[in-house]
């Protein structure tokens, strides 16, 4: 029962992997009114505080026991509120997921950690009236310069950037004398006048006219363009016409697409700061850009998945660029999808969602089919680019070298020669995908993962891709005491090697994850290599984003890998990736040409990407799904379970799959089994797969199971996770 005459209390979310809410009462001398509701609150928790989000204020129950007083609040007005608060809702409803690991999943680490919103106020300096008065009779220097600049009002700090070179060391001997101090300002945004573009082709100008045309509601519009289509320009323009009507525009990017490239173009082109977040910032540059836009201050991002949860007061468009890609996906923790997230957003604030890509996902393109989303193609490079030439080079019983044939090595000599620039893309990094005994067949495997250890370092380090663990080569083989050890297969350490010595002459560069691990690294890395002939050997962080106009050859290694996978996903992916590392050849005046080595040159996937491009392939591709009654014509969700003891995983996903079973609702369940990986880090993994025709139904049977999975002994035995829409069954 509820007691309606007791005062009202808080009841709040916090970040805890619990489905309720806790009921608070404000602390001494504090009311909770309805007011309340998105304001940080800082609670005790049993033996801890924690931080959480005021989310509904009423009276408490009637038999609950006595209710603790919360600590503090954090906020004068709510941080979380209106359509943000509204879709977080959503978001947990959606993916079945804690209120409280929600909105902490959408505030920055410092707002989470309980610290207050920061200022994003501007700093600038001033004389003070004794400086006013004293600047006459100082000597020539820096600092009588700088007060001379000062003598008209404040100068924020951007400007004297700009002005005066080394002002830092005068402002603080003119304020050591007492003569000129710091001071906060409204930050004023100091942007470069705006840059014209290229004139667009007709169909951009279409593309760009339907974006307009939808600015007053919500819209889903699909830009399906080939690669070097010119996306970005319409991207540019519909962003422009945004600013021009005062609103916000957010644009998502996937990780390895957020290149300096990019941003500058963004920051040219528009006239205004182009604020950016993505994971290599730090806590405190990631809480002033929400800020700032909370406050609505800002006006255009461009970031990652997580740029998703900004606050957008004044929203006028939301842009997905390669909406397909695989990293907007949330793989861990708060399973979301950041389009899918965008589309509901968007739909919620009323404005347009521009998604782009060279190879739409399968979904987007049966909402096209559909009607769900409009359907705008860009079907020519812009310019005077022209499509690569794509060669299939069968590599069957033909000698090998680090994996590469002697025809691919021809074909990068005579790019060479050219003075073109070679991209050599193998999607596995490390120096050898394993070390093998010749003698015994021993191999190198990760003793807390079903995997093996993948060779570094030119053959001198064993390191395991899934969960870290790093060892040295042994100096003989652990099994029967040979000698004979010996890397099998290639990665881009070994690629990298082996071109270097057959081309000693031009520059090899390796781009992956390895050489890329400080902050810049890889733009500085392409920056150096320039327009120079040269190779690039790198994995799929240089499939796109990256604008090379003197890149001749794309040569692809290692397709194989991919064309005989058991994820129904791989021959969408794999499509994806070859049509994205093939658009980077022949981007600008220069032709472009696109290797690729197999051992299956007759393999369907192969043949119809050649004969009728991307859309000829996700066409077939569609209607086996639908046949098969996978996505997007199902709808499913899995859940996972890890522990020390595959007992336990068993017995928690046979307590979920008897709870869905009993409830004879129109869904498929299969399971458990074990994960196509089934140990990682020392954990046994097992999961379950849930498919339904239709999304109502999967969604309530989920509705009407987890209190009982919750409560579950079993549960408490395993670590478990629910995702729903998963994209990689792993």
Same mark, same amino acid.
């Given at each position: 029962?509820?007691?309606?005459?007791?005062?009202?209390?808080?009841?709040? %979310?916090?970040?805890?992997?619990?489905?309720?809410?806790?009921?608070?009462?404000? +602390?001494? /001398?504090?009311?909770?009114?309805?007011?309340?509701?998105?304001?940080?609150?800082?609670?005790?928790?049993?033996?801890?505080?924690?931080?959480?989000?005021?989310?509904?204020? /009423?009276?408490?129950?009637?038999?609950? +026991?006595?209710?603790?007083? %919360?600590?503090?609040?954090?906020?004068?007005?709510?941080?979380?509120?209106?359509?943000?608060?509204?879709?977080?809702?959503?978001?947990?409803?959606?993916?079945?997921?804690?209120?409280?690991?929600?909105?902490?999943?959408?505030?920055?680490?410092?707002?989470?950690?309980?610290?207050?919103?920061?200022?994003?106020?501007?700093?600038?300096?001033?004389?003070?009236?004794?400086?006013?008065?004293?600047?006459?009779?100082?000597?020539?220097?820096?600092?009588?310069?700088?007060?001379?600049?000062?003598?008209? @009002?404040?100068?924020?700090?951007?400007?004297? *950037?700009?002005?005066?070179?080394?002002?830092?060391?005068?402002?603080?001997?003119?304020?050591?004398?007492?003569?000129?101090?710091?001071?906060?300002?409204?930050?004023?945004?100091?942007?470069?006048?705006?840059?014209?573009?290229?004139?667009?082709?007709?169909?951009?100008?279409?593309?760009?006219?339907?974006?307009?045309?939808?600015?007053?509601?919500?819209?889903?519009?699909?830009?399906?363009?080939?690669?070097?289509?010119?996306?970005?320009?319409?991207?540019?323009?519909?962003?422009?016409?945004?600013?021009?009507?005062?609103?916000?525009?957010?644009?998502?990017?996937?990780?390895?697409?957020?290149?300096?490239?990019?941003?500058?173009?963004?920051?040219?082109?528009? @006239?205004? +700061?182009?604020?950016?977040?993505?994971?290599?910032?730090?806590?405190?540059?990631?809480?002033?850009?929400?800020?700032?836009?909370?406050?609505?201050?800002?006006?255009?991002?461009? @970031?990652?998945?997580?740029?998703?949860?900004?606050?957008? !007061?004044?929203?006028?468009?939301?842009?997905?660029?390669?909406?397909?890609?695989?990293?907007?996906?949330?793989?861990?923790?708060?399973?979301?999808?950041?389009?899918? =997230?965008?589309?509901?957003?968007?739909?919620? &604030?009323?404005?347009?969602?521009?998604?782009?890509?060279?190879?739409?996902?399968?979904?987007?393109?049966?909402?096209?089919?559909?009607?769900?989303?409009?359907?705008?193609? &860009?079907?020519?490079?812009?310019?005077?680019?022209? +499509?690569?030439?794509?060669?299939?080079?069968?590599?069957?019983?033909?000698?090998?070298?680090?994996?590469?044939?002697?025809?691919?090595? *021809?074909?990068?000599?005579?790019?060479?020669?050219?003075?073109?620039?070679?991209?050599? =893309?193998?999607?596995?990094?490390?120096?050898?995908?394993?070390?093998?005994?010749?003698?015994? /067949?021993?191999?190198?495997?990760?003793?807390?993962?079903? %995997?093996?250890?993948?060779?570094?370092?030119?053959?001198?380090?064993?390191?395991?891709?899934?969960?870290?663990?790093?060892?040295?080569?042994?100096?003989?083989?652990?099994?029967?005491?040979?000698?004979?050890?010996?890397?099998?297969?290639?990665?881009?350490?070994?690629?990298?090697?082996?071109?270097?010595?057959?081309?000693?002459?031009?520059?090899?560069?390796?781009?992956?994850?390895?050489?890329?691990?400080?902050?810049?690294?890889?733009?500085?890395?392409?920056?150096? =290599?320039?327009?120079?002939?040269?190779?690039?050997?790198?994995?799929?962080?240089?499939?796109?984003?990256?604008?090379?106009?003197?890149?001749?050859?794309?040569?692809?290694?290692?397709?194989?890998?991919?064309?005989?996978?058991?994820?129904?996903?791989?021959?969408?992916?794999?499509?994806?990736?070859?049509?994205?590392?093939?658009?980077?050849?022949?981007?600008?005046?220069?032709?472009?040409?696109?290797?690729?080595?197999?051992?299956?040159?007759?393999?369907?996937?192969?043949?119809?990407?050649?004969?009728?491009?991307?859309?000829?392939?996700?066409?077939?591709?569609?209607?086996?799904?639908?046949?098969? /009654?996978?996505?997007? =014509?199902?709808?499913?969700?899995?859940?996972?379970?890890?522990?020390?003891?595959?007992?336990?995983?068993?017995?928690?996903?046979?307590?979920?799959?008897?709870?869905?079973?009993?409830?004879?609702? !129109?869904?498929?369940?299969?399971?458990?089994?074990?994960?196509?990986?089934?140990?990682? %880090?020392?954990?046994?993994?097992?999961?379950?797969?849930?498919?339904?025709?239709?999304?109502?139904?999967?969604?309530?049977?989920?509705?009407?199971?987890?209190?009982?999975?919750?409560?579950?002994?079993?549960?408490?035995?395993?670590?478990?996770?629910?995702?729903?829409?998963?994209?990689?069954?792993?």
């Amino acid at each position: 029962m509820l007691d309606t005459s007791s005062p009202p209390v808080w009841r709040l %979310a916090l970040p805890l992997p619990l489905p309720r809410l806790f009921d608070y009462l404000p +602390p001494p /001398g504090d009311d909770a009114s309805a007011a309340d509701v998105g304001v940080r609150v800082r609670v005790p928790f049993g033996s801890r505080e924690l931080v959480g989000v005021v989310v509904e204020v /009423g009276p408490a129950e009637g038999d609950a +026991p006595e209710l603790r007083h %919360a600590l503090a609040r954090l906020d004068p007005d709510p941080v979380l509120q209106g359509e943000l608060l509204e879709s977080l809702h959503w978001l947990a409803r959606y993916t079945h997921a804690p209120l409280g690991e929600v909105l902490a999943t959408a505030l920055p680490a410092a707002l989470r950690r309980g610290e207050p919103l920061p200022d994003t106020h501007a700093w600038a300096w001033q004389l003070t009236e004794g400086g006013q008065t004293a600047r006459e009779r100082l000597r020539d220097g820096r600092p009588r310069r700088l007060a001379d600049h000062l003598l008209a @009002g404040p100068l924020d700090e951007d400007r004297l *950037d700009l002005a005066f070179e080394d002002w830092r060391s005068a402002a603080r001997a003119l304020a050591k004398r007492g003569l000129a101090e710091r001071v906060a300002v409204p930050a004023v945004a100091h942007a470069p006048m705006p840059q014209p573009g290229p004139q667009l082709n007709a169909e951009q100008q279409a593309a760009v006219e339907a974006v307009h045309a939808s600015r007053e509601g919500f819209a889903a519009l699909l830009l399906d363009g080939v690669t070097g289509s010119g996306k970005t320009e319409v991207y540019l323009h519909a962003i422009a016409d945004c600013l021009a009507r005062g609103r916000q525009a957010l644009v998502l990017v996937p990780e390895i697409g957020l290149t300096p490239q990019t941003l500058a173009r963004f920051r040219a082109r528009l @006239g205004v +700061p182009v604020h950016v977040l993505h994971s290599a910032l730090g806590d405190g540059e990631r809480a002033r850009t929400w800020a700032a836009f909370a406050r609505g201050e800002a006006r255009v991002v461009v @970031g990652t998945r997580s740029a998703v949860f900004l606050p957008l !007061p004044d929203a006028g468009l939301i842009v997905v660029d390669e909406e397909h890609d695989g990293s907007f996906k949330q793989l861990d923790g708060i399973r979301y999808h950041a389009r899918d =997230f965008a589309l509901v957003r968007g739909k919620a &604030l009323g404005v347009p969602v521009l998604l782009g890509s060279a190879t739409p996902s399968l979904e987007s393109l049966r909402n096209a089919q559909a009607g769900r989303y409009a359907h705008l193609r &860009l079907q020519q490079r812009a310019g005077d680019a022209q +499509p690569p030439a794509v060669r299939i080079c069968d590599v069957r019983k033909r000698p090998l070298e680090a994996g590469l044939s002697p025809e691919m090595l *021809d074909t990068i000599g005579h790019a060479l020669d050219a003075d073109g620039q070679v991209l050599v =893309f193998k999607n596995r990094r490390g120096y050898a995908p394993v070390l093998l005994c010749h003698d015994c /067949g021993w191999s190198a495997q990760c003793q807390r993962c079903d %995997a093996p250890m993948t060779v570094h370092a030119g053959g001198r380090r064993l390191q395991c891709h899934h969960c870290g663990a790093r060892g040295p080569v042994p100096n003989a083989c652990p099994d029967c005491g040979g000698l004979a050890l010996q890397p099998q297969g290639a990665g881009t350490e070994r690629i990298e090697e082996t071109l270097t010595a057959r081309f000693p002459d031009v520059p090899v560069l390796r781009i992956d994850r390895g050489t890329t691990q400080r902050r810049d690294a890889l733009e500085q890395a392409l920056a150096k =290599f320039g327009t120079q002939r040269g190779i690039l050997v790198g994995t799929q962080m240089l499939a796109k984003g990256h604008d090379l106009p003197n890149l001749t050859l794309v040569a692809v290694v290692g397709v194989d890998e991919g064309l005989f996978s058991a994820d129904f996903r791989a021959p969408e992916k794999l499509a994806q990736l070859l049509i994205q590392v093939a658009g980077r050849a022949g981007r600008a005046q220069r032709a472009g040409e696109v290797l690729l080595q197999t051992h299956h040159p007759g393999h369907p996937l192969l043949t119809t990407l050649l004969s009728g491009g991307y859309h000829a392939f996700a066409d077939e591709e569609l209607a086996q799904r639908e046949l098969a /009654g996978f996505p997007p =014509f199902a709808h499913m969700a899995m859940f996972r379970a890890e522990a020390k003891d595959v007992a336990a995983c068993d017995a928690f996903l046979r307590v979920v799959r008897e709870a869905l079973r009993a409830l004879n609702a !129109p869904l498929d369940v299969h399971g458990p089994l074990p994960a196509p990986m089934p140990r990682r %880090a020392g954990f046994q993994r097992m999961q379950l797969l849930l498919s339904a025709a239709d999304r109502r139904s999967l969604h309530a049977s989920l509705d009407a199971t987890l209190p009982a999975i919750y409560g579950a002994p079993e549960a408490r035995r395993v670590r478990w996770s629910l995702d729903v829409d998963p994209v990689d069954l792993y």
